[in-house]
């Protein structure tokens, strides 16, 4: 909004408008840095100049698009402006070439250009490589929400009361009036208490409204504070708690082999081999059980877990140990586990009671 508002009053002025180039990417668009390049040559409108052209590097075809924008008498370029939303997805890209060069040209007096990034993140600058972070002239302007709960209560109001002009008055007036009784409820404003808490954001606070106001149907035509309850419950789900309703009953029981074994050794790390003879007592014990058990299957299902990042791997000195006996941790904790269980689908009996009993 910020960034909208500054480039309206720039335009404004005719000299910037009739020089100046901008160009708009983003991180969830451009996910990496030939899209990137082809993205900026497009809004540049530079597609004829490039043709058929054959680069050895990111920086040689930049630096071509750059020195295409030179007027005819060479001495001098159109200013570039480039907007990285989502700035920290660029990060991610392999050795942040793209945000290399862009930082490096506009250090660059022959080129004139201005690199802004937009971002969520408060720790951005942890990201960026040091010859990129180098190169970035370290200006953070932070946008910081300061308003206090009487005034998000008002934001919340404005967000989803309906404007004067609605075609339907009538409806209007019952759904504002509804707004008002809805904000006035004391459920409702504990629900947006503890939300404000957790985050001011007031893209945060969207998520939730819309959630709420989802669940208006033509049989229920207004919000309820049970409509807000129940998105603020889905908002506040625990991610990790929820990957574990779509584990297979194999993968499960490693977890709980697992959650016993962090009981016995009081948090230790532990490794595959640890785990596997768990699970094999837990199979021994049960003469009837059917679970799967063969050692190249429960590695798979270990290392599902893995990819998940339900368990990492402790870091350890460099010499190469072999998977089974490589030390990791479990990211669960043991209420995660037990809530988990309740919800699981058409949860194994013996496997809910041995994740309870208190031995292994």
Not at 12 to 29: E, I, R
Not at 215 to 223: E, F, L, R
Request: charged share 25%; net charge negative; hydrophobic share 40%.
């Amino acid at each position: 909004m910020l960034l909208n508002d500054v480039l309206k009053e720039l335009m404004k002025v005719k000299q910037v408008k009739d020089t100046v180039l901008q160009v708009h990417l983003n991180g969830l668009l451009q996910t990496d840095d030939k899209t990137a390049l082809k993205e900026i040559t497009r809004q540049l409108q530079l597609e004829n100049v490039v043709g058929d052209k054959v680069f050895g590097s990111f920086a040689e075809n930049l630096a071509f698009l750059l020195e295409a924008l030179k007027k005819g008498n060479r001495s001098s370029s159109r200013p570039v402006l480039f907007f990285l939303e989502e700035f920290d997805l660029f990060a991610h890209h392999k050795n942040q070439t793209l945000l290399y060069n862009l930082f490096d040209t506009s250090q660059s007096e022959q080129t004139p250009v201005a690199v802004i990034g937009l971002t969520c993140r408060l720790d951005v600058l942890e990201l960026l490589e040091k010859r990129v972070k180098s190169r970035f002239s370290h200006r953070q302007i932070h946008l910081l929400n300061s308003f206090g709960f009487q005034d998000y209560l008002e934001i919340v109001k404005q967000q989803i009361s309906l404007p004067e002009d609605f075609p339907d008055n009538r409806f209007a007036d019952e759904w504002n009036l509804n707004v008002q009784t809805l904000c006035e409820d004391k459920m409702v404003e504990d629900v947006l208490q503890k939300h404000f808490n957790s985050s001011k954001d007031v893209r945060s606070l969207h998520a939730l409204l819309m959630l709420a106001l989802s669940q208006v149907t033509v049989s229920n035509p207004h919000i309820k504070s049970t409509n807000l309850l129940e998105a603020s419950r889905l908002c506040s789900m625990d991610s990790k708690a929820n990957l574990l309703h779509g584990l297979s009953v194999s993968e499960l029981c490693l977890i709980i082999a697992m959650k016993h074994l962090n009981d016995i050794y009081d948090g230790e790390p532990f490794n595959f081999q640890m785990v596997y003879n768990e699970f094999q007592k837990f199979n021994q014990r049960k003469a009837h059980s059917v679970h799967n058990s063969e050692k190249p299957v429960i590695m798979k299902a270990f290392e599902h877990l893995h990819q998940l990042e339900l368990i990492k791997p402790v870091e350890g000195p460099s010499i190469r140990i072999q998977k089974e006996y490589q030390l990791v941790k479990l990211l669960l904790d043991n209420n995660q586990i037990m809530d988990a269980l309740v919800k699981y689908p058409q949860c194994p009996t013996d496997i809910r009671q041995w994740a309870a009993s208190s031995f292994s």
